[in-house]
Structures are given as C-alpha cells and as structure tokens.
C-alpha cells in the first residue's frame, strides 16, 4: 500500500503543475497566434507596395527600351545616309581623279 501513496502522491503533483503549465501554454500560443497575424497583415502591406514598385520599374524600363530603339534605328538611318554622301563622294573624287589623269594625258602629247 505504500507503493499506492507513492503513486497517489506523483499523480496529485502531476495533476497540480501539469494543467496550469498546459493553460499557461495555450495562453502564450494565442499571443503568437496574434502576433503573427499582425506580422502577416504588415507584410500584405509591404508585398502591395513592392508589387506596385516593381510594376513602376517595369513600366519605366519598357518606356526606356523604346527610347533607345528609336534612337538607335535614328542613329541607323542617318548612318546609312552618311553612307550614301561618302559613296557619292567618293564617285566624285574618282571622277575627278579620271579627268586629271586625262588632262595630264592631254598636256603630255601637247608637248
């Protein structure tokens, strides 16, 4: 009988400090529970607000992207205008290359 006073006496401590503990427990599990519900409400907030950065980013570097096609394909066309002058330039120059040599012919058999 001894061993049951022994047994009686461990079940009444467990039973005193085990269900307070659980209760304490469960009372700092709903202040979590809070706590990261908050934390989840912030980060909404701040997921919003980098979505809609990120949206103004994109826009702005689409906007750019264009910008710089359109200055390239200017740039491009005046190339091919630059390229059009040196060729006709340089139809010019051979020309006036040809009707020197054949002046300098001319004047050689004049003399």
Known sequence: ?????????????????????????????????GR???????????DGRLTAKMDGLRSETVSMKAELLAELRRVDSGTDSVHTRIDSLEREVRTAIDVRERLAALEARRT
Do not use: W
């Open 1 to 33: 009988m001894a061993a049951m006073g022994v047994y009686d006496q461990i079940k009444s401590a467990f039973q005193d400090i085990v269900p307070p503990e659980i209760h304490a427990l469960r009372g700092e599990i709903q202040r979590l529970d």
């Open 36 to 46: 990261i519900t908050a934390l989840d409400g912030k980060l909404d907030g701040v």
